[in-house]
T-cell receptor, first 112, second 115 residues
């Protein structure tokens, strides 16, 4: 079945450092790909998405490119802030239905 | 616009007791989802509703879990009896399928602790 694998955390960075969180997927067909973020004490929020190959999703300085040839959707940010500290989830939605399939999440901690 | 509302936010019960969670989706959203998120894991779908019809309940443990969505709006998820392994965060999400995006909006979740 469809699945998502993302790098394990925690990831600890200093403010203004570069961030990459790896995400790869296994799916039949052409899934849509998502990054969700969960800030402490809050619900899941959609960060960005891409619906077809080579699409780049971006939001709040974060970017991810849908790479079909490598089945990847890595999350990147050039300069992280303390306020980016959160848990990040990679997810896919297959063509057949609308339920999201999530990775296990990666905790990011940014210190000043 | 109000987001997805869930209650209670926290619940502690003893094993074998019943428990219920309530979800009010975003107004006008016809699709409603219940997910369970175990500690250190991503959310996993329990059940999906299209209006009042459960269209995907293959992952719902039907021996102890039940759900309903009367009138295609609010939904209730029930566990009876609860087991220790049911301790998790129960998330409700909703989406408007008609706009083609299927973007899901999540509520804050109910954290269940079974002792």
């Amino acid at each position: 079945g469809d699945s998502v694998t993302q790098m394990e955390g925690p990831v600890t960075l200093s403010e203004e450092a570069c961030l990459t969180i790896n995400c790869t997927y296994t799916a039949t067909g052409y899934p849509s790909l998502f990054w969700y973020v969960q800030y402490p004490g809050e619900g899941l929020q959609l960060l960005l998405k891409a619906t077809k190959a080579d699409d780049k999703g971006s939001n709040k300085g974060f970017e991810a490119t849908y790479r079909k040839e490598t089945t990847s959707f890595h999350l990147e940010k050039g300069s992280v802030q303390v306020s980016d500290s959160a848990v990040y989830f990679c997810a896919l939605r297959g063509q057949a239905g609308t339920a999201l399939i999530f990775g296990k999440g990666t905790t990011l901690s940014v210190s000043s | 616009e109000a987001g997805v509302v869930q209650s209670p936010r926290y619940k502690i019960i003893e094993k074998k007791q019943p428990v219920a969670f309530w979800c009010n989706p975003i107004s006008g959203h016809n699709t409603l989802y219940w997910y369970r998120q175990n500690l250190g894991q991503g959310p996993e779908l329990l059940i999906r509703y299209e209006n009042e019809e459960a269209v995907d309940d293959s992952q719902l443990p039907k021996d102890r879990f039940s759900a309903e969505r009367l009138k295609g709006v609010d939904s209730t998820l029930k566990i009876q009896p609860a087991e220790l392994g049911d301790s998790a965060v129960y998330l409700c999400a909703s989406s408007l399928v008609a706009d083609g995006s299927y973007e899901q909006y999540f509520g804050p979740g109910t954290r269940l602790t079974v002792t």
